[in-house]
């Protein structure tokens, strides 16, 4: 069992920045795969970055990429995503998620099938 906990949501002007954390329970953080989603009002969840185990690789959504970092401190069971010249588009609860996700498929990396666990969200909210 896995328990995240995400903080570092706020509202911010667009242009700034912002960096979200997860802090997870348990010893085997180092075993997950670690994603970071996104729920704008009246909108479906959806992928914004993956980190694999290690972390030597990482993805990234297309809407986020060159804007936003994904990176994980195993020793602190702890993910971040550092997300820079944020617009009013990323106005959402941010989650992340824990899991042993596939590269393809319905339990692709990008899907929230591929994931097990889920913390309890942090709010983004980006004002013009």
């Known amino acids: 069992q896995v328990q995240l906990v995400e903080s570092g949501g706020g509202l911010v002007q667009a242009g700034g920045s912002l960096r979200l954390s997860c802090a997870a329970s348990?010893?085997?953080?180092?075993?997950?795969?670690m994603g970071w989603f996104r729920q704008a009002p009246g909108k479906e969840r959806e992928f914004v970055a993956t980190?694999?185990?290690?972390?030597?690789?990482?993805y990234y959504a297309d809407s986020v990429k060159g804007r936003v970092t994904i990176s994980r401190d195993n020793a602190k069971n702890t993910v971040y995503l550092q997300m820079n010249s944020l617009n009013t588009e990323d106005t959402a609860v941010y989650y992340c998620?824990?899991?042993?996700?596939?590269?393809?498929?319905?339990?692709?990396?990008?899907?929230?099938?591929?994931?097990?666990?889920w913390g309890q969200g942090t709010q983004v909210t980006v004002s013009s």
């Open positions: 980190i694999r185990e290690s972390g030597g690789s990482t």
């Open positions: 998620a824990a899991g042993s996700p596939g590269y393809s498929g319905r339990y692709s990396y990008r899907r929230s099938e591929g994931y097990n666990y």
């Open positions: 348990g010893r085997t953080f180092s075993s997950y795969a």
